[in-house]
C-alpha cells in the first residue's frame, strides 16, 4: 500500500515536471505600467497575473479582460516614450504639448470649431510710417498665411484700419531690429505648424508677386531656404546673385560680381536677409545660429548653406517672382550722424557684429573639427 502511494507521488512529480518544462520560461510581459507609488514603476499587478493567465489560457483571443496574453516564444518589449522637454518631467507624457502657433483663436465656444491654424507665415518688421507698403504686401498673401507684425516704433492699435491687421500677431518693442525679434519670439517649436516662413523687411515692392505661385515653384524645386529676385530697375541691389533674371524660373548662382569662388557664398547658394523664405526644417537651424546678442545678424546671410543637406541645389533665388528693394538700409536717425543711435552709429555696429560673428563660427569649426579628430577616450582621466 504504501508503494502503491509512493509511485503515484513520483509519478504526480513527473507529470508536473514535463508539464512545466513544456513553457517558456519568460511567461511575464515587461510592460503595464500599474505603478504602485512610483510612477516610473512597470512591475505591477498584471505582470502577476499574466504568469497565470498565460499558460492556462488555452484559447486564440490575444487579450482577456483588455489586457494582453503571452503567447509561447512571445514577449513584450517596454514602449519607449519620447523624451520629455527640459521642465515637464513631472508631467504624464500624454499632457505635454511641445509645439505652438501664431494663431489667433476666440475666447468663446468649443475649441474643437475654432479655425485651424494656417499653412504658411508671413512676420514683418514695421514703422507705422510704411503702413501702405506694408499694406500691400499683406494683400499679396492668401488666407493661407498666418501674420505677425513687429513693431518697432510702438504703434500697434492704429494698424486696425485694416481689417486683416485684426487677425494678425503684434509684437511691440521699440528700436529694435528684426532679427532680434525673430530671436525671441520665433522658436521652431511656435512656428512649427508653418510649413514656409517668410522673414521680410517692410520695404518691398510686391507689385509683381504672388505669395501661392511662389510657394509652387520653391515646392517643385526643393528650396529649403530662397528669396524672390530683385528687380533692380525698381530698387536698389546688394548682391549680384540676387538680381532677377529673365530667362530662368530659379537660379542658384552667378558668375558675375567679385567671388572667392563659384561654388562660395555669394556666388552661390546664397539669399540676403532683406526678404528670406525658410521650410520650418531650415528655420529651425537658422533660428539657432542667430547670436541672441548680434542683433543685426550680419552674415548669417553668409551661413544659410550649413542649413540645408545641399547648399547648391537647395538655396536659390526665384526669378519668376519678383519684388523691388525700395530703399535699402533704414535703421537709425539719419538726419545727424554724431547724435547716439544714428544710421551712421548703427552701421557701425552692425559691421562690428558681423567680424564678431565670424569670429565665433570659426572658433566653432574649429572646436568641432579637433572634437571630430581626436581619438576615442582623448582626455579621459586616466
Known sequence: ???????????AAALGFFVGVSFPAQLAPKVFPWSFGDANSTLGGSDVLLRFWAPLGNCNSSTVEGAPILKPNVTLEKTVEPAKPKGAQRLPP???????????RRLWGNPRGDTAPRKYLLVLTVG???????????????????????????????????????????????????????????????????????????????ETFDAEEYIKIVKKHGLGISQPGMDITRGVKTYDINVRR?????????????????????CSAFVEVMAPVFTR?????????????????????????????????????????YLAH?????????????????????????????????????????????????????????
Open 1 to 11: 500500500m504504501k508503494l502503491n502511494q509512493i509511485l503515484v507521488v513520483l509519478s
Open 94 to 104: 500624454k499632457i505635454v504639448v511641445r509645439e505652438s502657433d501664431l494663431h489667433l
Open 128 to 206: 507705422y510710417n510704411e503702413k501702405d507698403n506694408v499694406n500691400a504686401t499683406v494683400h499679396k498673401f492668401s488666407d493661407n498665411f498666418d501674420v505677425m507684425l513687429f513693431h518697432y516704433d510702438g504703434h500697434t492699435t492704429e494698424w486696425d484700419e485694416f481689417e486683416w491687421s485684426k487677425r494678425a500677431v503684434h509684437v511691440s518693442a521699440r528700436k529694435q531690429a528684426k532679427w532680434w525679434y525673430a530671436k525671441r519670439f520665433m522658436h521652431p517649436s511656435i512656428v512649427a505648424p508653418y510649413e514656409y516662413i517668410f522673414l521680410w523687411d517692410q520695404d518691398l515692392g510686391v
Open 246 to 266: 529673365n530667362d530662368t524660373e530659379i537660379h542658384t548662382s552667378t558668375s558675375v560680381g567679385k567671388c572667392n569662388g563659384v561654388h562660395d557664398p555669394p
Open 281 to 321: 526644417e531650415a528655420w529651425t537651424c537658422v533660428w539657432h545660429m542667430i547670436q541672441n546678442d548680434l542683433v543685426h545678424a550680419w552674415g548669417i546671410d553668409w551661413n544659410f548653406w550649413r542649413c540645408v543637406d545641399e547648399p547648391q541645389k537647395q538655396i536659390g533665388v526665384v526669378d519668376a517672382q
Open 326 to 382: 525700395h530703399v535699402g538700409f533704414t535703421l537709425g536717425d539719419d538726419v545727424n550722424a554724431t547724435i547716439e543711435g544714428s544710421r551712421r552709429q548703427v552701421r557701425l555696429r552692425a559691421s562690428a557684429e558681423f567680424g564678431i560673428f565670424k569670429g565665433r563660427l570659426h572658433n566653432a569649426d574649429k572646436a568641432q573639427a579637433a572634437a571630430l579628430l581626436a581619438p576615442p577616450n582623448a582626455g579621459a582621466g586616466s
